[in-house]
DNA sequence: AAAACCAATGCAATGGAAGTGCATTTATTA
DNA sequence: TAATAAATGCACTTCCATTGCATTGGTTTT
């Protein structure tokens, strides 16, 4: 069990206050956030700090990148299960036309996709929509 | 073997120059284009004009509307295979890294994906990225 | 401990794409 | 031909992503 601390270090993210927070901040989430949600948490800091502690962690595989069709793009903490690193290892997103949210639904891999001969795949990206568990009660 | 008066004509879209030309782009192209490259081809019309026949298209089925994570929307027709008016009647899509073309893979449908209970999926995204035929040789 | 250094933060500004309101032109219908 | 409706063009706005630069703050070096 690491601390967020020791995360960050092991993947030589030096450690703020402000990166903790936002890494919290992921973490209590349970669906993928934009820049605008985290920005409308943490009124005090810049957009500008945020966006590139994000893109920070995008890069060191600590959160991946969402693009679920919306238009803006979002985030999510990769955790267990997810690793992004791994190109194959590709989990699919699952967007609620109703409520607007975008969850990763990461025990659910994308099926081997084939494609035409001369085509070589190196990465997948596939966005369900339709309505969550939640809004279809 | 409709012209593309016809064509237009029985979607109820009144035939006009500029669309002609516009659907003659479209179908020269054998890639999704962005508006851009529609602007680009055509740099007398008006960028308002252009977005307005394409949405236009789009919503009488006669393009379809990709997109491909490159976070700029692209279009293309709907051809032969591409029946957009039925849900599930998706095709995927190829983005090339190398190249930065998108093509429509309209013989390649998306398989049946799985979804949590709760979960009522109406429409799926997919694209496949990575190299093309014409960049993997 | 002080100086030098580099990364993190904040502010301001830019760029690109999507979209809208309104005036004008063009085509259709009465 | 007049009246009407749709298509086009221009100007403008909004929103998100991104960058440059100055400043702050924490590390490392001497």
Redesign the pocket.
Known sequence: MKTIEQLLESKN???????LLIYKFLAKKEVAV???DIENA?E??????????V??FEEKAIVHQIDDGT????YALCEKGCNCEIETDLHLHFHCNNCNETICLTDHKIPQIKVPDGFVSENVNLVVKGICDKCSV
Chains 1, 2 share one sequence.
């Open positions: 993210i030096r450690v703020t206050a402000m990166r934009t820049l605008s943490f005090k800091a810049d957009r500008t700090t945020l966006y590139r502690t893109k920070t238009g803006i793009t979002k």
